[in-house]
């Protein structure tokens, strides 16, 4: 058995494996070890987050278009009311269902890529093993129960706003429902993304895979370090 040696076991070769490799690099690679009990079901769980960050990463990426329709249908609105005298509340509400839908589905992605808030003065003084046991707690004990009230809780509202037929109250809105469905589907997908990002903690710990903290920060200060080289050099070229 193998730890993470992903192209040597016999876990079959696909797009979220490649989105893998090209995302962690060389290090998620280790020496075939002893086989032990836990080996296979780590393996699994591991090819499970794999497929969650492949299917984020994908969705996120695919959101980012809609942020272009949500100004692309603002500016048009503005013109024909400025122009034409003429406007929508159909039009006015589409607006903020794509910026709820981009909000809703996004934050799995934003999870993935390390985007939320984090206290870098005091992580950055910890351990590796102390920063991803910090984020086991937090993953554990306050996101995913957070993920199951709120999906709980919001379905019903979804169900009535579906068997209603609810619509907006401005005249010429929306129905309603779609809204209501992105309640329980966006907390669903941070929740699938709150395990995958578990089992990337739990594996380092245990010795089967990478620092995923590490190397997103690494990738993160290399982006803001190319765009800093990037923007001294257009302005020395605007001096000369």
Known sequence: MYRRDIEATNIET???????MRRHGNDCRQEPVQSHPGALPMNAMLKFSRWVDWT???LGRSLKWLILAAVLISAGNAIVRKTLDMSSNALLEIQWYLFA????LGSGFAFLKNAHVRIDFISNHLSARTRNWIDIGGIVVFLL???YMIVTLSWPL???AWNSGEMSQNAGGLIRWPMYALIPLGFAVLALQGLSELIKRAAFISGAGPD???HIETESKDEIGHEIEEHAAHAQEEIR
């Open 101 to 104: 839908t981009v909000f809703m």
């Open 212 to 214: 995923v903290i590490s």
């Open 14 to 20: 696909s797009g979220y494996d490649d989105f893998f």
């Open 145 to 147: 129960p957070l993920c």
């Open 158 to 160: 979804f169900v009535n």
């Open 56 to 58: 984020n990463d994908l």
